[in-house]
Structure formats: C-alpha cells, structure tokens
C-alpha cells in the first residue's frame, strides 16, 4: 500500500511511484527513432515498419496502465479515508492530526461496522482489475488484500475485541502525542482523550 498517508495505513502506510510499464514505453519509444534511421536506406523496410506498429502498441498499452494506475490510486485513497474515518488513531498516528483526540468506535455497533467495512474494501480490492496496473501497484494491492485479510481475521477468528486487551492499546496509547513534536506539548495533551472515554460499557464489550 501507498500508505504513507496507509499512502502511511495503513500508510504512511501505503508508496509506488515507479511507473515501470510506463519507463519501458519510454525505453522503446527513444530506441525505436534509432532503429528507424538506421534502416532508411532500405535495409529492412519491414522490420522498420514493425517496430514502429510496436511503438503503437506499447503506447497504448502504456496509456491504458496510466488510466488504470490513476483508478486505483483513487481507490486505495478512498479506501484510506474510510479507515481513517473508522479507526483515527490510526489517522494521528499517521501524522493526520486533524484526527487528533478521537478513538474508534469500540461499541458492539462499532465493532460490526469495523467487520462490514474491511469485508466490503476486501471485495472491492479483490475485484479490481490488476492486469493493467504497472509493477508497484501490482505489489500494492496484493499487500491491501493481506492487510484487509489479517483485520478480518482478527475480528473474526481470534474475536480479538473480546480476548485481548491488546486490541486497544494501540488506540489508547498516548505515545503519539508524547513524543511527536509536531505542536507544542500542552497542545499535543490537550487533544488526547482520557482511555477512560472510549466506550460507555468499560472492557471487553459485551457479545
């Protein structure tokens, strides 16, 4: 994931930047003009004219990647806003401090919402089409899918929120507002939530 918004998740999480198909193009693309010039005197006026139907192809081919990298770069950027939205202290710990003093919703409404939004992106991102995507973001979306399928699995088969209070602590740590010194101290604490105000029903919530 580009995750370092995610692009930090999920990020700071989530960085492919590298357009490798889009870097081949442009490799054949200066290679092809070479060729050309060196068969103008009628060396082989077919393999010329192949190589230029090649550098078509490979344009395509290379608009089509670009059209279908800008796709999923908004997906992966929506599906980050939906987590952030979700789990922001996740977002604080990211460097988003707009989500500054707000926790997830640890409620059993919460905890099912949690369950319907990582099993909708999972979908989402498994039926994305991958066959365009350049290199990177190939990598990218196969790390997604694990991150998704290892939130799933701990709320499902380990049923982490009603087992371990270490399913929490990452939200409740003040680390992040301690040691960041992104703004001034008493500014820094002044955001931070008391843990004690995270559910109405105390831990484990019931279920």
């Known amino acids: 994931m580009r995750l370092s918004s995610a692009r930090s998740l999920f990020a700071g999480v989530f960085a492919g930047t590298v357009a490798l198909v889009s870097g081949w193009a442009s490799a054949a693309n200066t290679a092809i003009p070479f060729q050309l010039n060196w068969m103008a005197g009628g060396a082989n006026a077919g393999f010329a004219a192949a190589l230029a139907t090649f550098g078509v192809a490979t344009a395509a081919h290379a608009q089509r990647t670009g059209a279908q990298n800008a796709r999923w770069d908004a997906h992966v950027t929506s599906l980050i806003a939906a987590y952030f939205t979700a789990w922001p202290s996740a977002a604080v710990s990211a460097g988003r401090h707009e989500y500054d003093g707000r926790l ?75 040691t960041r010194p992104y703004a001034p101290l008493r500014q820094r604490m002044q955001a931070r939530i008391p843990p004690t105000s995270c559910t109405s029903t105390g831990w484990p919530p019931p279920g």
């Open 104 to 178: 997830p919703d640890f409620s059993p409404a919460g905890l099912a919402a949690f369950d319907t939004l990582f099993t909708n992106w999972r979908s989402r991102s498994a039926a994305f089409d991958s066959t365009a995507l350049d290199a990177d973001r190939r990598f990218e979306r196969e790390y997604v899918l694990s991150m998704l399928d290892r939130q799933l699995w701990s709320l499902k088969s380990v049923g982490a929120p009603h087992r371990s209070p270490a399913f929490y602590a990452g939200a409740l740590d003040p680390n992040v507002y301690l």
